[in-house]
């Protein structure tokens, strides 16, 4: 193999490829880079990541650990330069933190997007927060969701109606609901047969 018992760990290697600015600046990776932008290179006999490599050369490791925490171990960037290798932009996370810091950045996918799925723009008026109980990190911090106003109401008056302050199921909904499991009850249970499709038995004559 031309890259055999660790040969291709050469810090020249990698620093020939990066571009070497001032020290608060991002030092963009000038090789090849993966489909979402971040630099890639042959190391420690796999396609190791631009800032993971930087950021080990940076602290003498040779391998970064697998799990923080419970989570899978990330590299994280503070300039949100997906090119950069500056090791003072990088610092050691999870990727629950590194998601977490997306969305507060405003740079996860979801919130780039104009609209939900039905079309409604994510105006402030249109736009709810909510922290469901299940949606708690087990570190206790809190994750919290958006939702559109517009599908809330008009799911809320497809579903439900009102009686005296209490919230009823709809006619509509309640159909909808026992269809779909019994559509699932079907796919778990080929051979069994729905209430409805068994033969009744003929009634005896007194």
């Given at each position: ?124 008026e249109n736009t709810g927060f909510m922290a469901p109980p299940s949606m708690k990190a087990k570190d206790g911090k809190q994750w919290v969701s958006r939702y559109c106003k517009t599908c809330h109401s008009k799911r809320g008056k497809n579903y439900y109606y009102t009686v005296d302050g209490k919230r009823r199921q709809t006619d509509e909904y309640k159909k ?31």
């Amino acid at each position: 193999m031309p890259w055999a018992n660790g040969a291709d760990k050469n810090p020249g290697r990698f620093w020939s490829k990066v571009e070497v600015l001032g020290a608060d600046e991002c030092w963009p990776w000038t090789a090849s880079s993966s489909n979402k932008g971040y630099g890639k290179l042959w190391w420690g006999g796999k396609c190791e990541g631009a800032h993971r490599i930087s950021y080990m050369l940076e602290h003498s490791l040779d391998e970064l650990p697998k799990k923080m925490d419970d989570s899978r171990v990330d590299i994280m960037h503070s300039c949100d330069n997906v090119k950069c290798v500056n090791p003072a932009h990088l610092s050691l996370g999870t990727a629950m933190l590194n998601q977490r810091d997306k969305t507060a950045k405003g740079r996860h996918h979801m919130h780039q997007r104009k609209t939900c799925k039905y079309g409604h723009e994510w105006t402030d008026e249109n736009t709810g927060f909510m922290a469901p109980p299940s949606m708690k990190a087990k570190d206790g911090k809190q994750w919290v969701s958006r939702y559109c106003k517009t599908c809330h109401s008009k799911r809320g008056k497809n579903y439900y109606y009102t009686v005296d302050g209490k919230r009823r199921q709809t006619d509509e909904y309640k159909k909808r609901k026992n269809a779909r499991r019994r559509e699932l009850y079907a796919e778990r249970n080929p051979n069994a047969k729905l209430r409805g499709e068994m033969p009744r038995k003929p009634k005896e004559s007194k």
